[in-house]
């Protein structure tokens, strides 16, 4: 089972991101910006939540980047994440001011989407939450050897934007801080965590995380 460790960081000046990822020498991975449609399933008591488990499908449809096979633009992924196992030491550091999330995840291309979900419905599971991005990935080319490894994402949501570093500990650091970023701007809870932040902070009932439909995206 593959681990995962990564950070998250609010991006409040797209444009001024944008010029440190030129700056260090970030390269748009070949996929492009990509539309993502994501659903969260769980049992009616949320036993998976419960237990820091999450089961996702995941819809992505390239919006721009290399031309391909109408059959091949949209690719289903379903995602299983959970702790790491009691104890299994993750070797990651935790720092005072900001940590990593660092999870288990088994993660499989499928074919069919609505098929999935009829399945885990016919389990008794619901998809309960339901959120929309755009991810643009970049890498670092090659003659970076810290960046083996790492992956720079940057998602566009209706909360606002942020950039995913996914990889090895040591690159986070070092490309959280060459793209300006300090320590403790580290966040380690997923969107739908930052989402029920936000609607407490606005005031709002939560429902789903998704773009205005006027919106023009």
């Known amino acids: ?9 609010r991006v409040s000046d797209v444009e001024a991101f944008q ?32 237990r820091g488990q999450l089961l996702r499908i995941r819809v992505e449809t ?14 289903v992924v379903l995602t299983f994440k959970r702790p790491m196992e009691q104890g299994t030491e993750p070797m990651v550091p935790m720092h005072a001011d900001g940590g990593y999330k660092v999870r288990e995840e088994i993660e499989l291309e499928v074919a069919d989407a609505e098929n999935l979900t ?8 619901k998809g309960w939450f339901r959120y929309e991005k755009y991810r643009t990935t970049y890498q ?11 992956w720079i994402e940057l998602d566009e949501t209706s909360i606002g934007t942020f950039v995913e570093l996914e990889g090895p500990p040591q690159a ?3 490309a959280a801080k060459e793209l300006g970023f300090s320590k403790h701007e580290y966040i380690a809870m ?20 998704m773009f205005p439909e006027d919106g023009n995206r």
């Open 1 to 9: 089972m593959a681990q995962e460790t990564e950070i998250k960081l």
């Open 19 to 50: 010029s440190g990822l030129k700056r260090i020498g970030a390269r748009l991975a070949a996929v492009g910006r990509v539309h993502e449609w994501n659903v969260i399933f769980d049992t009616p008591r949320n036993d998976l939540a419960k």
């Open 62 to 75: 390239p919006r721009n980047g290399p031309k391909r096979p109408k059959r091949e633009r949209k690719r």
């Open 118 to 125: 009829k399945i885990f419905e016919g389990l008794g599971m």
């Open 140 to 150: 670092l080319p090659g003659s970076k050897k810290w960046a083996k490894g790492l």
């Open 172 to 174: 986070i650091d070092r």
């Open 190 to 209: 997923n969107y739908l965590s930052l989402y029920l932040e936000h609607c407490r902070a606005q005031g709002i009932e939560p429902r789903d995380m």
